[in-house]
């Protein structure tokens, strides 16, 4: 099989659409064109944390193919690659990205657009664990157990199904990766910005000082800007 000249790939994905206003979840209380703004602005702080960790890997952004035709242009760099993905074929879905992408890599990071928490000393953190002969998957969880992130060295099916496809919780996936023979690291603190509670969460979270480390003052200054259309919610 073709490999890549990186043998590491990290991949930021939605399963639903974020940039069509039409079709994208909205959260309550926020506007579609700000739901959309909010959505883009957590995949953005994401992806600068990332190339701030300096990590060599090949990067990604897995998205609805019914986002297709309302990416802002130039939006993404020339250094990200594209991915659509329909997601009524959940299960060709998985097995094309399976043998078509990540096959192709030693380490593979999978992070859900929507987190918040991630600052490059998380990624470089994730890729050390991973840089071993051991097989090894780490696991970042948000306070009410939902799967933000999943690293892996070595392609596992419930791995990919747990992300991919129907949402499963840290402890349905502990539960499956019991029954292998792998080493599991998990590591907390990390968000997902799904509806307006979290929305809320990530405003006093932003407010304090340790964000800094995974929201530069540019991005914290564009939040704030989303924040004050709402400040009357926000009390």
Same mark, same amino acid.
Not at 89 to 109: A, T, V
Not at 130 to 149: C, D, M, Q
């Given at each position: 099989?073709?490999? =890549?000249?990186?043998?590491? +790939?990290?991949?930021?994905?939605? @399963?639903?659409?974020?940039?069509?206003?039409?079709?994208?979840? &909205?959260?309550?209380?926020?506007?579609? $064109? &700000? %739901?959309?703004?909010?959505?883009?602005?957590?995949?953005?702080?994401?992806?600068?944390?990332?190339?701030?960790?300096?990590?060599?890997?090949?990067?990604?952004?897995?998205? =609805?193919?019914? @986002?297709?035709?309302?990416?802002?242009?130039?939006?993404?760099?020339?250094? #990200?690659?594209?991915?659509?993905?329909? %997601?009524?074929?959940? *299960?060709?879905?998985?097995?094309?990205?399976? &043998?078509?992408?990540?096959?192709?890599?030693?380490?593979?990071?999978?992070?859900?657009?929507?987190?918040?928490?991630?600052?490059?000393? %998380?990624?470089?953190?994730?890729?050390?664990?991973?840089?071993?002969?051991? !097989?090894?998957?780490?696991?970042?969880?948000?306070?009410?157990?939902?799967? #933000?992130?999943?690293?892996?060295?070595?392609? =596992?099916?419930?791995?990919?199904?747990?992300?991919?496809? *129907?949402?499963? +919780?840290? $402890? *349905?996936?502990?539960?499956?990766?019991?029954? +292998? @023979?792998?080493?599991?690291? %998990?590591? !907390?603190?990390?968000?997902?910005?799904?509806?307006?509670?979290?929305?809320?969460?990530?405003?006093?979270?932003?407010? !304090?000082?340790?964000?800094? +480390?995974?929201?530069?003052?540019?991005? &914290? $200054?564009?939040?704030?800007?989303?924040?004050?259309?709402? *400040?009357?919610?926000?009390?």
């Amino acid at each position: 099989m073709e490999t =890549n000249k990186n043998n590491n +790939s990290t991949c930021f994905f939605s @399963d639903k659409p974020i940039f069509n206003i039409e079709l994208v979840p &909205h959260i309550k209380n926020l506007t579609g $064109e &700000h %739901t959309v703004y909010l959505f883009s602005l957590l995949l953005l702080n994401n992806l600068e944390n990332f190339i701030r960790a300096n990590i060599k890997s090949d990067l990604s952004v897995c998205l =609805n193919k019914k @986002d297709i035709d309302f990416i802002p242009k130039d939006f993404f760099g020339t250094n #990200v690659a594209l991915v659509f993905i329909d %997601t009524l074929k959940e *299960k060709q879905n998985i097995e094309k990205l399976k &043998h078509n992408y990540f096959e192709k890599y030693g380490i593979n990071l999978l992070v859900r657009f929507n987190s918040i928490g991630l600052s490059p000393g %998380t990624f470089e953190k994730i890729y050390n664990l991973l840089s071993v002969e051991e !097989e090894v998957i780490v696991i970042g969880k948000s306070a009410k157990n939902e799967i #933000v992130f999943i690293g892996f060295n070595t392609i =596992n099916d419930v791995i990919l199904h747990s992300m991919l496809g *129907k949402r499963t +919780s840290y $402890e *349905k996936i502990l539960k499956d990766l019991g029954k +292998s @023979d792998v080493f599991v690291h %998990t590591l !907390e603190g990390f968000e997902l910005i799904t509806n307006f509670d979290n929305f809320k969460n990530l405003y006093y979270k932003l407010s !304090e000082k340790e964000s800094l +480390s995974y929201c530069i003052q540019e991005m &914290h $200054e564009r939040f704030t800007n989303l924040f004050i259309e709402y *400040k009357e919610h926000l009390k």
